[in-house]
Every structure is written in structure tokens, then in C-alpha cells.
């Protein structure tokens, strides 16, 4: 393989994604083409003449996309992310090879996650603007001590279990729920292992480091909502559709959620990582959340650390470098009949 021979197409690329990634390529010497539209029905056309192309969170690659990247002669999906619920697996079986980022920075995504815990509570972000104004009152800024509550970590992957261990150097009661759960590690680290149920009833702080399956779309509803304690804040880094947000508004509204910290939307796609200030927003339940004064909503900018962006890049080349000189791939990502018997 002559890696110069290989073309990557690259989607939804802002300019620090340009800088890293051909910071890094001259350790490779690929030849890479940015493109900063998403990939989607409408510009898969751009692919025809690539032999890989790199995406990202917020991009579509369905049935449709992976039909006429195939044609195309496409053989690499090579996603720049760790979460790849947005790539159609049984789509691509036998016919695209996908790879992805298992990990780029999960100390970055849990201090985040942590960051907006401690910003929520003790309105900092609100204060900032306050005395900016010369306006010193502390009125409406009351948190409370992490100190001596319960944090209910849902999935103890690589993020998960920093949180906890973040967590637990507050004083706080750290518990978890995880369908495959890490026992020797909690056991380690005196990490209560509860049922769901027991942790949406007993957290003070929820907080979502799962990724997005078909079996927890909305795990956060309505009913779910209903069982927790009255005040609960919710942070969710982990994927948008993982709430139901008609039902986290309506939370908020009875004040039955207390706060929440969300750096991921379930409509995230059209508007995160785009500048509309000088647009409407016209996505209703966006611009409803935006006006609670007791929710942070960012940008799905958890991961986006030096570190984060400069291990995505190295990762994805070194995941291209693999496919396209044949050796075994590291980091595939397997269709779902193959992860099952994995
Ligand atoms: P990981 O794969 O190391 O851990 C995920 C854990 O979740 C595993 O232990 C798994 O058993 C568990 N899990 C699976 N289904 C579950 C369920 N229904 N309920 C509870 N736990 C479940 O993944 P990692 O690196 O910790 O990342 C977690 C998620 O965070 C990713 O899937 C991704 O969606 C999201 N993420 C968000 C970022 C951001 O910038 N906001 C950046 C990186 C990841």
C-alpha cells in the first residue's frame, strides 16, 4: 500500500479537526480531504472517488448512506468517535469494514460530566455573569453539599468508573448500575453495584455513561422520572435519545428534576457544532430547555480536550493504516450478529 494511494473523505470537520488531523498525518501520509458538511443521503455523492471515509457523532450513515458508499467503492467507514450508534452495523455486514475511537480521553468526558455537576449546583456559570454586571447578590444561587449524597453512575465503562472515583473523593455515596457489572473493580473500590430501579430512587446526582442501544432509547421517561427523588439532577454525556425530552421538560416543570447537565440533545444533529445566533431556532423543545435557568445544555464538548483530539486523530490513521495494509483491525466495530457471539 502506497499511503498516499489511499483517499479519505472527512465529514463534518470543523478547523480543529483539519490542524490535528494533518498534525498527525505526516507520521502516515494519507490523502485526506475535508469536507464540513454532514454526511448524509444528500452528500454521500461527495464519496465517489474516496476508498474511506472519516465521520463523526452526528452524522447519518443509514441503510441508504452505506448502499451508495458500497457502490462507490468505498471500504472503510473510520468513525472519529467512540459511540457509533449512528452507523447502520447490519447495513455494512460484509461488505464495509467500520473502526472507531474506543477511547480518546475518558478522564476529559468524566471531569466534564463532573464539571457540570459542580456548575449546576452552585450556579457559577450564573455568578460569572452576575458580577460581570456589577450585580453582587447571591440570591437564587443556593446549592448543596456533595458531601454526604448519592451519585448513581449509570454504566461503569471507562468514563463511568472515573466519575465514581471523582465522586467518591467528595464524600459522596457512589453507586452504579451496569448490565455487565465490573464486580471486582466495585468490590476494589467500595462502589455499591444496585438494580436501575434502586438507582434512579436513591440518586441525588444521575448521571449517564452508557452508550445508546435499541434496549435504552428514553431509558429516562416519564415513569422512570417518577421514581426518582424529588430535586434529582440529571447529567447525561452519553447520547441525546438516552432521555426522552418532552418528559425531562415536564420534570423540570413540576420541579420533580431539580436541575439537569446535558451535553448531548436527542435532536442534536442540525444544531450542535453550529453557530444559529443569527438564526431562529426552531426546534421548540430546544428553545424551551434553553430557557430553564436550572438546565446547562453544552454542546456535545465533553470530549474535546487537547489530549481527546489529538489520540481521535492518531487512533482513526493508525485504524486506516491497519485496514489498508491487512493487518488485523484493533478497533473494528463488529456487526451485531458477530458482537453477539463475541
Ligand atoms: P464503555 O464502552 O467503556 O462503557 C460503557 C458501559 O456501559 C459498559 O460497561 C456497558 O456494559 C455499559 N452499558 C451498556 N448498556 C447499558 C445500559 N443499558 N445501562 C447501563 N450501562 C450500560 O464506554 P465509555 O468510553 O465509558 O463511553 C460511554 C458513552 O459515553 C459512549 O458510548 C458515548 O455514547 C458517550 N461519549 C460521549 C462523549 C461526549 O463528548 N459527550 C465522548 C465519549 C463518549
Not at 31 to 48: G, K, R
Not at 181 to 186: E, L, N, R, V
Not at 320 to 326: A, L
Given at each position: 500500500?502506497?499511503?498516499a494511494?489511499?483517499?479519505?473523505?472527512?465529514?463534518d470537520?470543523?478547523?480543529?479537526?483539519?490542524?490535528?488531523?494533518?498534525?498527525?498525518?505526516?507520521?502516515f501520509?494519507f490523502?485526506?480531504?475535508?469536507?464540513?458538511?454532514?454526511?448524509?443521503?444528500?452528500?454521500?455523492?461527495?464519496?465517489?472517488d474516496f476508498?474511506?471515509?472519516?465521520?463523526?457523532?452526528?452524522d447519518?450513515?443509514?441503510?441508504?448512506?452505506?448502499d451508495?458508499?458500497a457502490?462507490?467503492?468505498?471500504?472503510?467507514?473510520?468513525?472519529?468517535?467512540s459511540?457509533?450508534?449512528?452507523?447502520?452495523?447490519?447495513?455494512?455486514?460484509d461488505?464495509?469494514?467500520?473502526?472507531?475511537?474506543?477511547?480518546?480521553?475518558?478522564?476529559?468526558?468524566?471531569?466534564?460530566?463532573?464539571?457540570?455537576?459542580?456548575?449546576?449546583?452552585?450556579?457559577?456559570?450564573?455568578?460569572?455573569?452576575?458580577?460581570?454586571?456589577?450585580?453582587?447578590?447571591i440570591?437564587g444561587?443556593m446549592?448543596?453539599?456533595?458531601?454526604?449524597?448519592?451519585?448513581?453512575?449509570?454504566?461503569?465503562?471507562?468514563?463511568g468508573?472515573?466519575?465514581?472515583?471523582?465522586?467518591?473523593?467528595?464524600?459522596?455515596?457512589?453507586?452504579?448500575y451496569d448490565?455487565f457489572?465490573?464486580?471486582?473493580?466495585?468490590q476494589?473500590?467500595?462502589?455499591e453495584?444496585?438494580?436501575?430501579?434502586?438507582?434512579?430512587?436513591q440518586?441525588?446526582?444521575?448521571t449517564?455513561h452508557c452508550?445508546?442501544?435499541?434496549?435504552?432509547?428514553?431509558?429516562?421517561n416519564r415513569?422512570?422520572?417518577a421514581?426518582?427523588?424529588r430535586?434529582?439532577?440529571?447529567?447525561?454525556?452519553?447520547?441525546?435519545?438516552?432521555?426522552?425530552?418532552?418528559?425531562?421538560l415536564?420534570g423540570?416543570?413540576?420541579?420533580?428534576?431539580?436541575s439537569?447537565?446535558?451535553?448531548?440533545?436527542?435532536e442534536?444533529?442540525?444544531?450542535?457544532?453550529?453557530d444559529?445566533?443569527n438564526?431562529?431556532?426552531?426546534?421548540?423543545?430546544?428553545?424551551r430547555?434553553?430557557?430553564?435557568?436550572?438546565?446547562?445544555?453544552?454542546?456535545?464538548?465533553?470530549?474535546f480536550?487537547?489530549?481527546?483530539i489529538?489520540?481521535?486523530a492518531?487512533?482513526?490513521?493508525?485504524?486506516?493504516?491497519?485496514?489498508?495494509?491487512?493487518?488485523?483491525?484493533?478497533?473494528?466495530?463488529l456487526?451485531?450478529?458477530?458482537q453477539?457471539k463475541?
Open positions: 500500500m502506497n499511503p494511494d489511499v483517499r479519505i473523505a472527512f465529514f470537520t470543523k478547523p480543529y479537526d483539519k490542524d490535528s488531523f494533518e498534525r498527525q498525518n505526516s507520521q501520509g490523502s485526506l480531504t475535508f469536507f464540513p458538511n454532514h454526511l448524509t443521503p444528500q452528500t454521500v455523492s461527495l464519496c465517489q476508498d474511506a471515509v472519516c465521520a463523526f457523532v452526528n447519518t450513515i443509514n441503510a441508504e448512506v452505506v451508495k458508499l457502490g462507490y467503492g468505498v471500504q472503510l467507514i473510520a468513525m472519529r468517535s459511540g457509533y450508534n449512528n452507523v447502520d452495523l447490519k447495513a455494512c455486514a461488505r464495509l469494514k467500520i473502526v472507531r475511537v474506543p477511547a480518546y480521553s475518558p478522564h476529559g468526558v468524566a471531569e466534564y460530566a463532573v464539571a457540570m455537576m459542580l456548575t449546576l449546583n452552585r450556579n457559577t456559570h450564573r455568578a460569572f455573569y452576575r458580577t460581570r454586571d456589577s450585580n453582587f447578590s440570591n444561587f446549592g448543596f453539599d456533595l458531601y454526604g449524597k448519592t451519585a448513581a453512575i449509570i454504566g461503569t465503562g471507562q468514563i468508573r472515573i466519575v465514581c472515583e471523582i465522586l467518591q473523593g467528595f464524600g459522596m455515596k457512589v453507586i452504579a448490565p457489572p465490573a464486580k471486582a473493580w466495585a476494589e473500590r467500595g462502589i453495584l444496585v438494580d436501575l430501579e434502586v438507582a434512579y430512587e440518586a441525588d446526582i444521575l449517564l452508550p445508546l442501544t435499541p434496549q435504552n432509547i428514553h431509558m429516562i415513569e422512570t422520572i421514581m426518582m427523588k430535586g434529582v439532577m440529571v447529567i447525561n454525556t452519553g447520547r441525546g435519545k438516552l432521555i426522552r425530552t418532552e418528559d425531562l415536564e423540570l416543570r413540576s420541579g420533580q428534576i431539580g439537569a447537565g446535558l451535553d448531548v440533545y436527542e442534536e444533529t442540525d444544531y450542535f457544532f453550529e444559529y445566533s438564526l431562529i431556532v426552531k426546534d421548540d423543545v430546544l428553545a430547555l434553553l430557557t430553564f435557568p436550572n438546565v446547562l445544555l453544552t454542546s456535545h464538548q465533553a470530549f480536550t487537547q489530549e481527546a489529538a489520540n481521535i492518531q487512533t482513526t490513521l493508525s485504524n486506516v493504516r491497519e485496514f489498508f495494509s491487512g493487518e488485523k483491525l484493533t478497533n473494528e466495530v456487526p451485531p450478529q458477530k453477539a463475541a
